[in-house]
Protein backbone atom coordinates (compact mmCIF):
# COMPACT_ATOMS: atom_id res chain seq x y z
CA UNK A 1 0.00 0.00 0.00
CA UNK A 2 1.68 3.39 -1.04
CA UNK A 3 2.01 6.07 1.59
CA UNK A 4 -0.19 8.84 1.24
CA UNK A 5 -0.36 12.24 2.86
CA UNK A 6 -3.84 13.19 4.45
CA UNK A 7 -5.53 16.88 3.40
CA UNK A 8 -4.05 19.34 5.75
CA UNK A 9 -7.56 20.52 6.79
CA UNK A 10 -8.73 17.05 7.17
CA UNK A 11 -10.40 16.77 10.98
CA UNK A 12 -9.05 13.64 12.67
CA UNK A 13 -10.20 13.28 16.02
CA UNK A 14 -12.38 11.04 18.22
CA UNK A 15 -16.22 10.34 18.89
CA UNK A 16 -17.95 9.69 22.05
CA UNK A 17 -21.58 10.47 23.14
CA UNK A 18 -23.40 11.90 26.17
CA UNK A 19 -25.03 8.69 27.43
CA UNK A 20 -21.55 6.38 27.85
CA UNK A 21 -19.37 8.95 28.91
CA UNK A 22 -21.10 11.86 30.61
CA UNK A 23 -22.76 9.80 34.14
CA UNK A 24 -24.47 12.83 36.44
CA UNK A 25 -27.04 11.74 35.32
CA UNK A 26 -29.42 13.79 37.60
CA UNK A 27 -27.25 16.56 38.14
CA UNK A 28 -28.02 20.31 37.19
CA UNK A 29 -31.83 19.57 36.80
CA UNK A 30 -30.96 16.93 33.95
CA UNK A 31 -33.82 14.62 33.47
CA UNK A 32 -33.58 10.74 33.22
CA UNK A 33 -32.76 9.67 29.29
CA UNK A 34 -33.97 6.26 27.77
CA UNK A 35 -30.14 4.40 28.60
CA UNK A 36 -30.50 5.59 32.13
CA UNK A 37 -32.85 2.78 32.55
CA UNK A 38 -30.46 0.28 30.68
CA UNK A 39 -28.90 -2.33 33.08
CA UNK A 40 -25.74 -4.17 32.34
CA UNK A 41 -26.67 -8.38 31.06
CA UNK A 42 -29.20 -10.10 30.12
CA UNK A 43 -31.66 -7.74 30.85
CA UNK A 44 -30.07 -5.14 28.99
CA UNK A 45 -30.44 -6.89 25.59
CA UNK A 46 -34.10 -7.26 26.05
CA UNK A 47 -34.55 -3.92 27.18
CA UNK A 48 -33.27 -2.65 23.72
CA UNK A 49 -34.76 -4.51 21.24
CA UNK A 50 -38.03 -3.49 22.86
CA UNK A 51 -38.65 -5.34 26.05
CA UNK A 52 -40.74 -2.74 28.65
CA UNK A 53 -37.98 -1.77 31.02
CA UNK A 54 -38.76 -0.34 34.56
CA UNK A 55 -39.53 3.31 34.23
CA UNK A 56 -37.61 3.76 37.46
CA UNK A 57 -34.50 2.98 37.96
CA UNK A 58 -34.86 -0.23 40.50
CA UNK A 59 -33.10 -0.77 43.21
CA UNK A 60 -30.08 -3.51 43.33
CA UNK A 61 -29.66 -2.72 39.27
CA UNK A 62 -26.85 -1.35 38.10
CA UNK A 63 -27.14 1.19 35.32
CA UNK A 64 -24.15 1.59 34.20
CA UNK A 65 -24.82 5.16 32.45
CA UNK A 66 -25.24 6.67 35.97
CA UNK A 67 -21.87 7.55 36.39
CA UNK A 68 -20.52 6.66 33.23
CA UNK A 69 -16.46 7.78 33.05
CA UNK A 70 -17.70 11.16 34.48
CA UNK A 71 -16.83 13.09 31.64
CA UNK A 72 -19.41 15.57 33.05
CA UNK A 73 -16.86 16.76 35.70
CA UNK A 74 -13.87 15.41 34.13
CA UNK A 75 -13.88 16.60 30.63
CA UNK A 76 -11.43 19.23 30.68
CA UNK A 77 -8.65 16.68 31.78
CA UNK A 78 -9.58 14.54 29.24
CA UNK A 79 -9.80 17.45 26.63
CA UNK A 80 -6.22 17.89 27.53
CA UNK A 81 -5.17 14.68 26.54
CA UNK A 82 -7.06 14.76 23.42
CA UNK A 83 -5.12 18.10 22.53
CA UNK A 84 -1.87 16.03 23.22
CA UNK A 85 -2.90 14.11 20.65
CA UNK A 86 -3.56 16.42 18.42
CA UNK A 87 -7.32 16.52 17.72
CA UNK A 88 -8.92 18.64 15.13
CA UNK A 89 -12.29 18.09 16.29
CA UNK A 90 -14.27 15.65 18.79
CA UNK A 91 -17.51 14.55 18.27
CA UNK A 92 -20.01 14.16 21.41
CA UNK A 93 -23.59 14.41 21.79
CA UNK A 94 -26.03 16.80 24.07
CA UNK A 95 -27.85 14.49 26.50
CA UNK A 96 -31.52 15.80 24.88
CA UNK A 97 -32.73 15.78 28.90
CA UNK A 98 -30.50 18.14 30.40
CA UNK A 99 -31.76 20.83 28.04
CA UNK A 100 -35.54 19.44 28.44
CA UNK A 101 -35.77 17.55 31.64
CA UNK A 102 -39.23 16.39 30.84
CA UNK A 103 -38.78 16.57 26.54
CA UNK A 104 -41.90 19.20 26.88
CA UNK A 105 -40.58 21.89 29.42
CA UNK A 106 -41.86 25.49 28.25
CA UNK A 107 -38.35 26.87 29.01
CA UNK A 108 -34.64 25.05 28.61
CA UNK A 109 -32.68 24.07 31.84
CA UNK A 110 -29.89 26.98 32.01
CA UNK A 111 -27.39 24.52 33.99
CA UNK A 112 -27.70 21.90 30.96
CA UNK A 113 -26.88 24.40 28.77
CA UNK A 114 -24.54 25.78 30.80
CA UNK A 115 -22.67 22.67 30.74
CA UNK A 116 -22.06 22.02 26.73
CA UNK A 117 -21.58 26.25 26.21
CA UNK A 118 -18.49 24.97 28.74
CA UNK A 119 -17.75 21.97 27.00
CA UNK A 120 -17.52 23.92 23.72
CA UNK A 121 -14.95 26.86 25.16
CA UNK A 122 -12.98 24.26 26.20
CA UNK A 123 -12.55 22.54 22.78
CA UNK A 124 -12.10 25.55 20.85
CA UNK A 125 -9.57 26.79 23.45
CA UNK A 126 -7.43 23.97 22.40
CA UNK A 127 -8.50 23.94 18.18
CA UNK A 128 -10.69 21.47 18.72
CA UNK A 129 -13.57 21.80 16.39
CA UNK A 130 -17.03 20.38 18.21
CA UNK A 131 -19.14 17.91 16.12
CA UNK A 132 -22.35 17.66 17.50
CA UNK A 133 -25.39 15.01 17.81
CA UNK A 134 -28.51 15.96 18.90
CA UNK A 135 -29.76 12.86 19.62
CA UNK A 136 -27.34 9.79 20.25
CA UNK A 137 -29.19 7.00 21.65
CA UNK A 138 -31.64 9.48 23.77
CA UNK A 139 -34.96 10.32 24.24
CA UNK A 140 -35.99 11.80 27.75
CA UNK A 141 -37.73 8.88 29.88
CA UNK A 142 -40.70 11.51 30.14
CA UNK A 143 -41.90 11.06 26.59
CA UNK A 144 -41.82 7.38 26.80
CA UNK A 145 -44.10 7.40 28.88
CA UNK A 146 -46.37 9.47 28.51
CA UNK A 147 -46.21 9.39 24.49
CA UNK A 148 -44.44 6.06 23.54
CA UNK A 149 -41.72 7.89 22.44
CA UNK A 150 -41.59 8.62 18.44
CA UNK A 151 -44.52 6.67 17.46
CA UNK A 152 -45.86 9.59 18.50
CA UNK A 153 -46.51 12.78 16.43
CA UNK A 154 -45.88 14.74 19.43
CA UNK A 155 -42.01 14.11 19.25
CA UNK A 156 -42.02 15.97 15.88
CA UNK A 157 -42.54 19.46 17.61
CA UNK A 158 -40.82 18.29 20.53
CA UNK A 159 -37.56 17.64 18.63
CA UNK A 160 -37.40 20.76 16.60
CA UNK A 161 -37.75 22.91 20.08
CA UNK A 162 -34.99 20.91 21.26
CA UNK A 163 -33.13 22.05 18.37
CA UNK A 164 -33.29 25.53 17.66
CA UNK A 165 -32.82 26.31 21.55
CA UNK A 166 -29.37 24.58 20.90
CA UNK A 167 -28.75 25.87 17.35
CA UNK A 168 -29.81 29.06 18.99
CA UNK A 169 -27.15 28.92 21.83
CA UNK A 170 -24.54 27.35 20.46
CA UNK A 171 -24.18 29.30 16.56
CA UNK A 172 -20.86 30.84 17.53
CA UNK A 173 -19.23 27.97 18.39
CA UNK A 174 -20.67 24.44 16.97
CA UNK A 175 -20.41 24.02 12.81
CA UNK A 176 -20.69 20.50 12.31
CA UNK A 177 -24.13 19.17 13.38
CA UNK A 178 -25.99 15.58 13.18
CA UNK A 179 -29.30 14.78 14.01
CA UNK A 180 -29.96 11.24 14.90
CA UNK A 181 -27.06 8.91 15.46
CA UNK A 182 -27.41 5.49 13.77
CA UNK A 183 -30.83 6.27 12.20
CA UNK A 184 -31.20 3.09 10.84
CA UNK A 185 -30.51 1.09 14.98
CA UNK A 186 -34.19 2.21 15.38
CA UNK A 187 -35.16 -1.06 12.80
CA UNK A 188 -32.45 -3.53 15.19
CA UNK A 189 -32.53 -2.13 18.80
CA UNK A 190 -35.49 -0.01 18.52
CA UNK A 191 -35.18 0.76 21.89
CA UNK A 192 -31.64 2.22 22.00
CA UNK A 193 -32.48 3.39 18.35
CA UNK A 194 -36.03 5.21 19.43
CA UNK A 195 -37.43 4.64 23.30
CA UNK A 196 -39.67 2.22 21.22
CA UNK A 197 -41.23 -0.70 23.46
CA UNK A 198 -44.12 -2.83 22.28
CA UNK A 199 -47.00 -4.74 23.87
CA UNK A 200 -47.57 -8.62 23.31
CA UNK A 201 -49.33 -8.82 19.52
CA UNK A 202 -48.57 -5.31 18.24
CA UNK A 203 -47.22 -4.59 14.73
CA UNK A 204 -43.70 -3.99 15.48
CA UNK A 205 -42.69 -3.16 12.36
CA UNK A 206 -45.86 -0.55 11.24
CA UNK A 207 -44.78 1.05 14.61
CA UNK A 208 -40.94 0.87 13.80
CA UNK A 209 -41.44 2.80 10.22
CA UNK A 210 -44.17 5.09 11.33
CA UNK A 211 -41.38 6.31 14.16
CA UNK A 212 -38.56 6.23 11.67
CA UNK A 213 -40.77 8.69 9.55
CA UNK A 214 -41.78 10.80 12.81
CA UNK A 215 -37.70 11.06 12.60
CA UNK A 216 -36.94 11.73 9.37
CA UNK A 217 -39.45 14.86 9.29
CA UNK A 218 -38.07 15.60 12.63
CA UNK A 219 -34.56 15.46 11.15
CA UNK A 220 -35.38 17.45 8.43
CA UNK A 221 -36.93 20.42 10.11
CA UNK A 222 -33.50 20.25 12.04
CA UNK A 223 -31.69 20.48 8.92
CA UNK A 224 -33.97 23.66 7.85
CA UNK A 225 -33.79 25.57 11.28
CA UNK A 226 -29.54 24.85 11.28
CA UNK A 227 -29.57 26.23 7.72
CA UNK A 228 -31.70 29.30 8.81
CA UNK A 229 -30.20 29.74 12.45
CA UNK A 230 -26.49 28.84 11.53
CA UNK A 231 -25.68 29.36 8.07
CA UNK A 232 -22.35 28.85 8.20
CA UNK A 233 -23.02 25.27 9.68
CA UNK A 234 -23.26 21.69 8.03
CA UNK A 235 -25.79 19.21 8.98
CA UNK A 236 -25.67 15.20 8.58
CA UNK A 237 -27.46 12.45 9.08
CA UNK A 238 -25.55 9.39 10.74
CA UNK A 239 -25.71 5.97 9.33
CA UNK A 240 -24.62 2.60 11.03
CA UNK A 241 -22.99 1.79 7.90
CA UNK A 242 -21.13 -1.31 6.55
CA UNK A 243 -22.16 -2.75 3.64
CA UNK A 244 -24.19 -5.97 3.07
CA UNK A 245 -21.86 -8.96 1.17
CA UNK A 246 -23.32 -11.76 -1.04
CA UNK A 247 -22.34 -15.02 0.75
CA UNK A 248 -22.22 -16.53 -3.06
CA UNK A 249 -23.04 -15.22 -6.83
CA UNK A 250 -26.56 -17.24 -6.52
CA UNK A 251 -28.65 -13.79 -7.85
CA UNK A 252 -30.94 -14.92 -4.60
CA UNK A 253 -27.88 -13.81 -2.38
CA UNK A 254 -27.17 -10.97 -4.65
CA UNK A 255 -30.55 -9.92 -4.49
CA UNK A 256 -31.41 -10.28 -0.15
CA UNK A 257 -27.68 -8.59 -0.38
CA UNK A 258 -29.19 -5.57 -1.67
CA UNK A 259 -32.60 -5.66 -0.15
CA UNK A 260 -30.46 -5.78 3.10
CA UNK A 261 -28.64 -2.64 2.08
CA UNK A 262 -31.72 -1.19 1.23
CA UNK A 263 -33.03 -1.44 4.78
CA UNK A 264 -30.30 0.86 6.03
CA UNK A 265 -30.16 3.24 2.48
CA UNK A 266 -33.92 3.89 3.02
CA UNK A 267 -33.07 6.34 6.11
CA UNK A 268 -30.53 7.88 3.98
CA UNK A 269 -32.46 8.26 0.34
CA UNK A 270 -34.79 10.13 2.41
CA UNK A 271 -32.37 12.48 4.42
CA UNK A 272 -30.48 12.94 1.88
CA UNK A 273 -32.48 12.65 -1.61
CA UNK A 274 -35.63 14.00 -0.17
CA UNK A 275 -38.08 11.69 -0.93
CA UNK A 276 -39.02 8.12 -0.12
CA UNK A 277 -37.78 5.77 -2.82
CA UNK A 278 -40.27 3.50 -4.80
CA UNK A 279 -38.54 0.14 -3.20
CA UNK A 280 -39.95 1.48 -0.05
CA UNK A 281 -43.55 2.14 -1.37
CA UNK A 282 -43.57 -1.12 -2.59
CA UNK A 283 -42.05 -2.77 1.09
CA UNK A 284 -44.75 -0.84 2.77
CA UNK A 285 -47.55 -2.46 0.39
CA UNK A 286 -46.10 -5.89 0.33
CA UNK A 287 -46.28 -5.74 4.17
CA UNK A 288 -50.06 -4.06 5.03
CA UNK A 289 -47.79 -1.10 6.11
CA UNK A 290 -49.57 2.46 6.20
CA UNK A 291 -47.38 5.14 7.34
CA UNK A 292 -49.65 8.47 8.47
CA UNK A 293 -48.07 11.26 6.86
CA UNK A 294 -49.19 15.56 7.52
CA UNK A 295 -49.39 17.37 4.29
CA UNK A 296 -46.83 19.13 4.28
CA UNK A 297 -44.37 16.15 4.94
CA UNK A 298 -43.52 15.60 1.45
CA UNK A 299 -42.58 19.25 1.15
CA UNK A 300 -40.06 19.36 4.23
CA UNK A 301 -38.60 16.14 3.40
CA UNK A 302 -37.96 17.26 0.03
CA UNK A 303 -36.43 20.60 0.86
CA UNK A 304 -34.02 20.36 3.93
CA UNK A 305 -31.51 17.34 2.70
CA UNK A 306 -28.33 16.71 4.81
CA UNK A 307 -25.03 18.54 4.00
CA UNK A 308 -23.14 15.40 4.36
CA UNK A 309 -23.60 11.85 5.11
CA UNK A 310 -22.04 10.92 8.72
CA UNK A 311 -21.48 7.43 9.27
CA UNK A 312 -19.91 4.37 11.22
CA UNK A 313 -18.49 1.90 10.03
CA UNK A 314 -17.05 -1.33 12.51
CA UNK A 315 -17.43 -4.49 10.05
CA UNK A 316 -19.45 -5.69 6.29
CA UNK A 317 -22.18 -8.42 7.09
CA UNK A 318 -22.78 -11.04 4.86
CA UNK A 319 -26.46 -12.78 3.62
CA UNK A 320 -27.02 -15.82 2.30
CA UNK A 321 -30.82 -17.75 1.35
CA UNK A 322 -29.20 -20.91 1.91
CA UNK A 323 -30.63 -22.46 5.36
CA UNK A 324 -27.26 -24.08 6.03
CA UNK A 325 -24.78 -21.14 5.49
CA UNK A 326 -27.20 -18.93 8.25
CA UNK A 327 -26.95 -21.82 10.86
CA UNK A 328 -23.43 -19.89 10.83
CA UNK A 329 -24.45 -16.61 12.22
CA UNK A 330 -21.72 -14.25 13.81
CA UNK A 331 -22.10 -14.38 17.43
CA UNK A 332 -21.81 -10.42 18.56
CA UNK A 333 -23.63 -8.53 15.19
CA UNK A 334 -26.53 -6.71 15.95
CA UNK A 335 -27.10 -6.39 11.82
CA UNK A 336 -27.61 -9.71 12.17
CA UNK A 337 -24.55 -11.47 9.77
CA UNK A 338 -23.41 -14.59 8.43
CA UNK A 339 -20.27 -15.77 9.36
CA UNK A 340 -17.64 -14.94 6.00
CA UNK A 341 -15.12 -17.54 5.91
CA UNK A 342 -12.57 -14.59 4.57
CA UNK A 343 -12.42 -12.67 7.68
CA UNK A 344 -11.68 -12.42 11.69
CA UNK A 345 -13.60 -11.64 14.21
CA UNK A 346 -12.69 -9.60 17.51
CA UNK A 347 -13.67 -11.14 20.41
CA UNK A 348 -17.37 -9.71 21.05
CA UNK A 349 -17.79 -11.45 17.11
CA UNK A 350 -17.63 -8.29 15.55
CA UNK A 351 -16.14 -9.22 12.21
CA UNK A 352 -12.92 -7.21 10.96
CA UNK A 353 -13.06 -5.84 7.56
CA UNK A 354 -10.32 -3.14 6.54
CA UNK A 355 -11.03 -3.43 2.85
CA UNK A 356 -15.00 -3.35 3.62
CA UNK A 357 -14.64 0.14 4.81
CA UNK A 358 -13.23 1.46 1.22
CA UNK A 359 -15.95 -0.41 -0.59
CA UNK A 360 -18.65 1.03 1.97
CA UNK A 361 -17.47 4.39 1.21
CA UNK A 362 -17.64 4.53 -2.38
CA UNK A 363 -20.69 2.89 -2.30
CA UNK A 364 -22.29 5.43 0.13
CA UNK A 365 -20.33 8.16 -2.35
CA UNK A 366 -21.50 6.95 -5.39
CA UNK A 367 -25.17 6.68 -4.11
CA UNK A 368 -25.40 10.43 -2.90
CA UNK A 369 -22.71 12.38 -3.97
CA UNK A 370 -21.98 14.34 -0.89
CA UNK A 371 -19.14 14.66 1.08
CA UNK A 372 -19.08 11.82 3.76
CA UNK A 373 -18.04 11.91 7.66
CA UNK A 374 -16.37 8.89 9.06
CA UNK A 375 -17.46 9.79 12.72
CA UNK A 376 -16.97 6.10 14.36
CA UNK A 377 -15.04 3.18 13.79
CA UNK A 378 -12.66 1.35 16.28
CA UNK A 379 -11.25 -1.77 17.71
CA UNK A 380 -13.59 -3.25 21.21
CA UNK A 381 -10.94 -5.15 23.44
CA UNK A 382 -10.38 -6.07 26.51
CA UNK A 383 -7.26 -4.24 27.30
CA UNK A 384 -4.74 -5.50 30.08
CA UNK A 385 -2.88 -2.83 32.71
CA UNK A 386 0.36 -4.59 32.78
CA UNK A 387 2.30 -4.79 36.27
CA UNK A 388 4.44 -1.49 35.22
CA UNK A 389 1.10 0.21 34.19
CA UNK A 390 1.33 0.19 30.66
CA UNK A 391 -1.45 -0.85 27.70
CA UNK A 392 0.43 -2.06 25.14
CA UNK A 393 -3.12 -2.69 22.77
CA UNK A 394 -1.12 -3.27 20.00
CA UNK A 395 -4.38 -5.16 18.26
CA UNK A 396 -6.14 -2.07 18.12
CA UNK A 397 -3.07 -0.12 16.59
CA UNK A 398 -3.32 -3.16 13.51
CA UNK A 399 -7.18 -2.72 13.34
CA UNK A 400 -6.86 1.26 13.08
CA UNK A 401 -3.93 1.24 10.79
CA UNK A 402 -5.24 -0.90 8.18
CA UNK A 403 -8.73 1.13 8.63
CA UNK A 404 -7.03 4.25 8.07
CA UNK A 405 -5.07 3.24 4.97
CA UNK A 406 -8.25 1.93 3.51
CA UNK A 407 -9.79 5.28 4.11
CA UNK A 408 -7.09 6.80 2.54
CA UNK A 409 -7.00 4.66 -0.52
CA UNK A 410 -10.75 5.49 -0.72
CA UNK A 411 -9.84 9.37 -0.68
CA UNK A 412 -7.69 8.14 -3.89
CA UNK A 413 -10.36 7.05 -5.46
CA UNK A 414 -12.33 10.31 -5.31
CA UNK A 415 -14.40 10.01 -1.91
CA UNK A 416 -14.99 13.45 -0.48
CA UNK A 417 -14.00 12.90 3.47
CA UNK A 418 -14.24 15.46 5.43
CA UNK A 419 -12.45 13.67 9.21
CA UNK A 420 -12.19 10.87 10.85
CA UNK A 421 -13.11 10.32 14.38
CA UNK A 422 -12.64 6.86 15.45
CA UNK A 423 -14.85 6.04 18.43
CA UNK A 424 -14.12 5.85 22.41
CA UNK A 425 -10.90 7.80 22.17
CA UNK A 426 -11.56 7.41 25.63
CA UNK A 427 -12.86 4.07 27.39
CA UNK A 428 -16.58 4.63 27.48
CA UNK A 429 -19.66 2.56 28.29
CA UNK A 430 -20.38 0.03 25.33
CA UNK A 431 -24.12 0.84 23.65
CA UNK A 432 -25.09 -2.85 23.66
CA UNK A 433 -23.54 -4.63 26.23
CA UNK A 434 -23.26 -1.86 28.97
CA UNK A 435 -19.52 -3.22 29.63
CA UNK A 436 -16.77 -1.09 30.88
CA UNK A 437 -14.54 -3.60 29.94
CA UNK A 438 -15.01 -3.48 25.62
CA UNK A 439 -12.84 -0.78 25.08
CA UNK A 440 -11.97 1.42 22.35
CA UNK A 441 -9.92 3.84 23.84
CA UNK A 442 -6.67 5.54 23.50
CA UNK A 443 -6.97 6.53 27.17
CA UNK A 444 -8.05 3.51 29.30
CA UNK A 445 -9.93 4.31 32.84
CA UNK A 446 -9.64 2.60 35.40
CA UNK A 447 -13.08 0.87 35.98
CA UNK A 448 -14.37 -2.33 35.64
CA UNK A 449 -17.98 -3.68 34.74
CA UNK A 450 -19.55 -3.64 38.19
CA UNK A 451 -18.44 -0.01 38.48
CA UNK A 452 -15.28 0.17 40.55
CA UNK A 453 -12.10 1.38 40.06
CA UNK A 454 -10.40 4.88 40.54
CA UNK A 455 -11.82 6.24 37.20
CA UNK A 456 -7.90 7.87 36.81
CA UNK A 457 -7.11 7.77 33.01
CA UNK A 458 -3.62 6.22 31.69
CA UNK A 459 -2.21 6.77 27.94
CA UNK A 460 -2.36 3.67 25.87
CA UNK A 461 0.58 2.71 23.56
CA UNK A 462 -1.96 3.50 20.70
CA UNK A 463 -2.42 7.12 22.35
CA UNK A 464 1.51 7.66 20.88
CA UNK A 465 0.57 5.64 17.99
CA UNK A 466 -2.31 8.30 16.96
CA UNK A 467 -0.72 10.96 18.04
CA UNK A 468 2.20 10.68 15.45
CA UNK A 469 -0.79 9.58 12.93
CA UNK A 470 -2.63 13.08 12.88
CA UNK A 471 0.79 14.54 13.29
CA UNK A 472 1.96 13.37 10.07
CA UNK A 473 -1.39 14.26 8.43
CA UNK A 474 -1.81 10.33 7.83
CA UNK A 475 1.60 9.43 6.70
CA UNK A 476 2.84 7.52 9.19
CA UNK A 477 0.57 4.50 10.02
C1 LIG B 1 -22.31 2.44 17.56
C2 LIG B 1 -22.87 3.48 18.46
O1 LIG B 1 -23.33 1.55 17.29
O2 LIG B 1 -21.29 1.62 17.99
C3 LIG B 1 -22.07 3.73 19.72
O3 LIG B 1 -23.16 4.69 17.81
C4 LIG B 1 -21.49 2.43 20.22
O4 LIG B 1 -22.90 4.38 20.65
C5 LIG B 1 -20.55 1.89 19.15
O5 LIG B 1 -20.85 2.51 21.44
C6 LIG B 1 -19.80 0.63 19.54
O6 LIG B 1 -20.69 -0.32 20.01
P1 LIG B 1 -20.50 -1.03 21.42
O7 LIG B 1 -21.71 -1.81 21.61
O8 LIG B 1 -19.28 -1.86 21.28
O9 LIG B 1 -20.34 0.06 22.41
Given at each position: MSSFVFPKDFLWGGALAANQAEGAYLEDGKGLSLVDLLPTGEKRRSIMQGNVPSLTPL????????????????YREDIALFAEMGFKALRVSIAWARIFPTGEDTAPNEAGLQFYDDLFDELLKHG???????????VPVNLIDKYGSWRSRKLVALFETYAKTVFARYKDKVKYWMTFNEINM????????AGLVFQEGENVKQIQYQAAHHQLVASALAVKACHEIIPDAKIGCMLAAGSFY???????DVYQGMEKDRESYFFIDVQSRGEYPGYAKRFFKDHGLSIEMEPDDVDILKHHTVDY???????SRTTSTDPEVVKNMTSGNVFGSVSNPYLDKSDWGWTIDPKGFRITANQLHDRYQKPLFVVENGFGANDVVSPEGEVNDDYRIDYLKRHIAEMGEALQDGVEIIGYTSWGPIDIVSASSGEMKKRYGYIYVDRDNEGNGSLNRIKKKSFHWYKNVIHSDGENL
Open positions: EGEFYPSHEAIDFYHRIQPVVTLAHFDLLHLPFIGPYTCNPEIGFSYYS
